[in-house]
């Protein structure tokens, strides 16, 4: 089992940027690939980012491709999401997870172990 837990989250301008951390507990993290969802007031949880394994290989939602970074250290059980050129529209909860099913790393369903939250606020 994995336990993972969010920080880094604030209340920053727009243009602004911050940086995740997502730890985890269990020896098997190593062994997945993690990703980044965000929940905005009043809408659906949505894919921001995702890493393979290894962090060989990286995907991202178009809507912050260019913006963000995710990238993972493996030795230290932490994966990252860097937030630059932050928009009022970034505002939400950040959850990282383990893509712990065999489906597209796109979407919710293929993911557990889901960390609590932490709160991004993008003021204009």
């Known amino acids: 089992q994995v336990q993972l837990l969010e920080s880094g989250g604030g209340l920053v301008q727009a243009g602004g940027s911050l940086r995740l951390s997502c730890a985890a507990s269990g020896r098997t993290f190593k062994n997945y690939d993690m990703g980044w969802f965000r929940r905005a007031p009043g809408k659906e949880r949505e894919f921001v980012a995702a890493i393979s394994w290894s962090g060989g290989i990286t995907y991202y939602a178009d809507s912050v491709k260019g913006r963000f970074t995710i990238s993972r250290d493996n030795a230290k059980n932490t994966v990252y999401l860097q937030m630059n050129s932050l928009k009022p529209e970034d505002t939400a909860v950040y959850y990282c997870?383990?893509?712990?099913?065999?489906?597209?790393?796109?979407?919710?369903?293929?993911?557990?172990?889901w960390g609590q939250g932490t709160q991004v606020t993008v003021s204009s």
């Open positions: 997870a383990v893509h712990y099913y065999s489906g597209s790393v796109y979407y919710a369903n293929q993911y557990d172990y």
